[in-house]
């Protein structure tokens, strides 16, 4: 996934691409689809290159064409070629129709889809590409369906059909793919969303279009890619590297502010404070010595601590009682930067203030509340969400979940790392002491949410490797949380 480009676009942005590299440098469109349909094929040899059949859908557009390109030189190689058309060939347009008919003129055979059983051993997806932006249904809805029942690898060209290349939402149903092979540039909702479920492996191909075609377009969002970081100063001390302040733990929730607070240790922070209810601060750190551990009954016994702190941390296991709330105010009133998780955002919820100073690290649920709306908008749409998270509360937004992605007011930023063992309690609180850790030794906002992100996922991609995802706790990633900051 590293190897990708970092630049991710839109679909609209990218038929701009297509557009410019046919009328301003003379490329002609079936050459692009020539290409495209080469490069499907020759990665389909390259992964399975004792292949004597292949199955291809085609739907009614481009896409369709790629596939049919594929079919002719899947023919070429002697290998048995079945093209179920979902639609009449004859109502095939342009570039997608002169495909067909190189096909078809190779004595290619073309199968009306009829709801049959599918088996064979590669199958092809050409149905709808990138073009989508309605629901799927009938016979489109019939042949996804009879692909994903299939055992076969399955090859989506573009983009998996029904899955939308702008926001990752699943549009009624998608093909799941083995394998998705996207051209001239990175779509961004192929990196969140559902994304990740229908994808599989994505590989890319510029169709070796000129630079020039794609300067002076911003792009719509970028990935996160891996910092290496500097050694440290040999003459330095703990003061160098900041003082993070964890504020949360209510009855019952003791854990989630030590696994914040151990976290920022393990990314380096200096010092740690927690500042938690009374009840358990005097063995919350039993088995973490190097955790500092204060019992706060109100927000008068916050001031010495927030004062002492680099950056604060509020959230973690705070619930939502008058202590909590009280807690709550009295941090919002300070100057320090501010990383606010977990019930800190479900009482921001209720307080709809703005901060150019925070990070706020909602998952879906959270983000939903704080914009008065349901979790299923949310997922819809990431990242028109996290843009009217941003818009609403200022500094900058982690919406978590597949496909994390972060903004501030200039940018948003997508990170692939993680997996689904991370579907576990504390998660969450681990990393927002990864990005206190990183703020607390200088990264600015948007630097220690990203890389904070990333590291929290690179460090649960270590810690399955071994023994799978299942059952992976989140004090399981303090290990590697250190070995990524050493730059494993």
Known sequence: MDSLPHKLYKVAQVREFERRAIEDFGIASFELMRLAGVEVYKNIRLQWPNIKSITIFCGAGNNAGDGYIVASLALQANLRVTVYSLV?????????????????????VIVPFENQAIDDEIIVDALLGTGLNRSVNGVFEQAINKINLSLSPVISIDSPSGLNADTGAVMGCAVKADTTITFIALKQGLFTGQAAEYCGELIYSSLMLPDLVFKG?????????????PSRNRCTHKGTYGHVLIIGGDVGYSGAVKLAGEAALRMGAGLVTIATNQIHADFLNINRP????????CAQDLAVLINKATVVVIGPGLGQSAWAQELFDTVLMSHKPLVI??????????????HTNWILTPHPGEAARLLSCKTLEIQQDRFSAISALQSKYD???????????????????????GNPGMASGGMG??????????????????????????????????AIQVDGERGLLASDLMPYIKQWINNF
Request: net charge negative.
């Open 217 to 229: 377009v911003e792009s719509s969002a970028t990935r996160v890619y891996k910092k290496l970081w």
């Open 341 to 354: 998780d977990a019930d800190g955002l479900n009482l921001l919820a209720k307080a709809s203030r703005s």
């Open 88 to 108: 009449n060939p004859d109502r095939l347009a342009g570039d997608a129709f002169t495909a067909c008919q190189h096909y078809q003129n190779q004595h290619g």
């Open 290 to 297: 190097e955790l500092m551990c204060h019992g706060v009954a």
């Open 429 to 462: 609180d681990v990393l927002a002491g990864v990005i206190a850790g990183l703020l607390a030794q200088g990264e600015s906002l948007l630097d220690a949410a990203q890389h904070g992100v990333y590291g929290h996922g690179y460090a649960a991609d270590l």
């Open 395 to 417: 500094g900058v937004i982690v919406l978590k979940g597949a496909g994390t992605l972060i903004a501030s007011d200039h940018e948003c930023i997508v990170s692939s790392t």
